[in-house]
């Protein structure tokens, strides 16, 4: 069993910038593929950005392709999203999802999830 715990969500004007970050455990991290989710109000969930298993191949939604950018650390079993340029169409909960053996990255299909974290972009 994967436990994954985001952190980083907070409220930011627009223009600005922020960090997620999801520590992983319960599991070897390098066998993990990783990805980043989120929900906005009244929205379906959209899966923004996602980091493979070795050679670390990297999807992005359109939505935030050039804003965004997804890193891992295996040392610390952590995977980051670092945010620029926000927009108020941005505030979203966040979640960090985790799968060994996920088929593509750009599937919905991951099979560990973690709890959200509050991102909110003020205009």
């Known amino acids: 069993q994967v436990q994954l715990v985001e952190s980083g969500g907070e409220l930011v004007q627009a223009g600005g910038s922020l960090r997620l970050s999801c520590a992983a455990s319960g599991r070897t991290f390098n066998t993990l593929n990783m990805a980043w989710f989120r929900q906005g109000p009244g929205k379906e969930r959209e899966l923004i950005a996602a980091?493979?298993?070795?050679?670390?191949?990297?999807y992005y939604a359109d939505s935030v392709k050039g804003r965004f950018t997804i890193s891992r650390d295996n040392a610390k079993s952590t995977v980051y999203l670092q945010m620029n340029s926000l927009k108020p169409e941005d505030t979203a909960v966040y979640y960090c999802?985790?799968?060994?053996?996920?088929?593509?990255?750009?599937?919905?299909?991951?099979?560990?999830w973690g709890q959200g974290t509050q991102v909110t972009v003020s205009s």
């Open positions: 999802a985790a799968d060994p053996r996920i088929r593509s990255l750009s599937s919905d299909e991951y099979e560990y």
């Open positions: 980091i493979s298993q070795n050679p670390y191949l990297r």
